[in-house]
């Protein structure tokens, strides 16, 4: 008799964030291809280039219609495959899609969930990090932690899938640390895959700022607005990720109501991790950064540089004539279209298309300039 054929497995990372997920994403985006020879396809994102040079991303999926919208088609148009992989953090708060719908296809694929957890002790700080360097939140953490809700939502979503008979393996990374990449790709079953090419430690990816850092662009939030400070952090994370970031400390009445609000979904998530990766609300936690921390030279220069992406005046005066092409019915002159990127490029300094125009058009400029004097 004829064993039946094995399913497909459809692999879904869906974080928590600040949980090592940047990290990951890089790892498998930069082996895209190897993996694909090794029958594993982590699928190509608009944001794969900026996955493979270890800057913020968010993953191989969008947020929205993550599940029949995208993740099915993608493995329906690429058969043949063992393994499919994706991994995003949107996905943890978005999981009611896959709840109502998985069940409608799991004669055709075995699904598996991987979540990563932390101990609420330091994802209070590392998410309240999070809201400030990409979400342009202002105000301290101690009114962030109102609204803090991760260990509850990982707790909720263990009860579902428990519920609903979805394979799912949850992770520690207040034990495992630096070790979560290795361990996940471990899991995955790629870890010799990934290291027989681009190593799977690609170093710290979407570091957390330090409490200088973390200061001035909550200042820039209050003061200019989401986008610039989130264009600020980007900016510092990606160009200095050697940096040690340092995380708000909790005082005693903040770690009170933490333990409080958390003990039950820790109690859960407990449940369902090995005896030595429990999560241990009662762990001594690391000593306080400095609080009078201040940026150093380096850090000052780069905001320097970034800061000044901010429209002035002039900028209005010169964005106001290119736009009165269009009362002259005249054609959008070269010169024109490079200034209007250029202010694109102060939006997405790090956007692929924007630099790969400028570059063409400068270049072509350049060279009609050559033609011309000679």
């Known amino acids: 008799m004829t064993a039946p054929e094995a399913r497909p497995k459809i692999v879904l990372h869906i974080g928590q964030g600040k949980t090592g997920t940047s990290a990951l994403q890089s790892a498998l985006a ?23 040079a270890g800057h913020v991303m968010s993953g191989n ?11 099915i088609p993608i493995v329906a148009a690429a058969p043949g495959y063992a393994t499919y992989v994706f991994s995003s953090e949107h996905l943890f708060r978005r999981m009611d899609a896959f709840f109502a719908a998985e069940g409608r296809y799991r ?43 991760s260990t509850r939502i990982a707790a909720d979503l263990v009860a579902a899938m428990e519920r609903q008979g979805i394979a799912f393996t949850l992770f520690n990374y207040s034990v495992i640390r630096d070790a979560i990449v290795p361990r996940i790709l471990d899991h995955i079953g790629i870890r010799a895959i990934i290291e027989g090419g681009e190593a799977a430690t690609v ?19 209050q003061i200019f607005g989401a986008d610039y400070g989130r264009l600020i952090a980007d900016t510092l994370v990606n160009e200095l990720p050697d940096i040690e970031g340092q995380l708000p400390p909790l005082d005693e009445a903040l770690r009170r109501d933490v333990f409080v609000r958390n003990r039950a979904a820790v109690e859960r998530l407990n449940a369902c991790l090995p005896h030595a990766e429990q999560i241990d609300l009662d762990a001594e936690q690391p000593p306080s950064p400095r609080a009078d921390a201040t940026l ?3 850090q000052a220069a780069l905001i320097r540089r970034i800061f000044p992406s901010a429209l002035t005046p002039v900028d209005g005066v010169i964005l106001r004539d290119i ?10 002159a070269r010169d024109e279209a490079i ?8 939006a997405r300094p790090h956007g692929q298309i924007i630099a790969g125009k400028l570059a063409e058009w400068r270049a072509a400029r350049d060279t009609d300039g050559d033609q011309t004097e000679g």
């Open 30 to 52: 930069r082996n895209h291809a190897l993996l694909k020879r090794a029958g594993v396809l982590y699928p190509e994102h608009a944001s794969a280039e900026q996955a493979r």
């Open 61 to 71: 999926l969008d947020p929205e219609n993550w599940f029949e919208g995208q993740v």
């Open 107 to 149: 004669d055709l694929y075995d699904f598996e969930i991987l979540m990563a957890v932390r101990s609420p002790m330091e994802m209070l700080p590392a998410v309240y990090q999070q809201a400030v360097k990409r979400g342009g939140f202002h105000e301290d953490i101690a009114a962030f932690a109102e609204h803090e809700t």
């Open 203 to 221: 170093g710290r990816v979407n570091r957390s700022l330090t409490l200088a850092e973390l200061a001035f662009v909550r200042f820039v939030n």
């Open 296 to 298: 150093s030279a380096e």
């Open 323 to 332: 736009a009165m092409t269009y009362e002259r019915a005249a054609p959008l």
């Open 339 to 346: 200034r209007l990127m250029e202010y694109a490029q102060k």
